[in-house]
């Protein structure tokens, strides 16, 4: 009984600690480029030379939406499957995990749809030459 509640604590702190980390990394980098930012001001070079200008994303955002959906219900699956022989399978904390899962990965998945659906279309560069060559 005692060894879960080891492994169990040994899993949470270890979740903590790489929590703590990353946002240490963060802190440090955003640190940095203040530093950065203040050094070029003070050089008389305006920060916008600084920062290369952000990039953007290729191809539609829908595909995105989708593709995390499905990887998110294909991880609830293998949750809720994986305490299928479990005398409390229904009342299990990662039975709850998977639901909320579930609904997180439809969600995603219906806002893919939407964004397909909404998404104003945009024409390939061929059909404005081919229309600016006819003329």
Do not use: C
């Not at 702190?13 to 203040?34: D, Q, T």
């Amino acid at each position: 009984m005692y060894d879960e509640v080891i492994i169990v604590s040994i899993v949470f702190a270890s979740a903590i600690a790489l929590a703590i980390i990353i946002g240490l990394v963060v802190y440090f980098a955003k640190r940095l480029e203040h530093k950065e930012i203040l050094a070029a001001i003070e050089k008389g070079i305006p920060p916008s030379k600084l920062r290369p200008p952000e990039p953007k994303s290729i191809g539609p955002a829908w595909i995105k939406y989708i593709t995390q959906g499905i990887i998110v219900l294909a991880v609830a699956a293998a949750i809720a499957f994986s305490f299928r022989g479990h005398p409390f399978h229904r009342n299990s904390p990662a039975f709850f995990v998977a639901v909320i899962l579930s609904g997180v990965g439809i969600a995603l998945i219906v806002r893919g749809l939407l964004y397909r659906k909404y998404q104003p279309k945009i024409q390939s560069p061929d059909k404005n030459n081919n229309a600016e060559n006819s003329i």
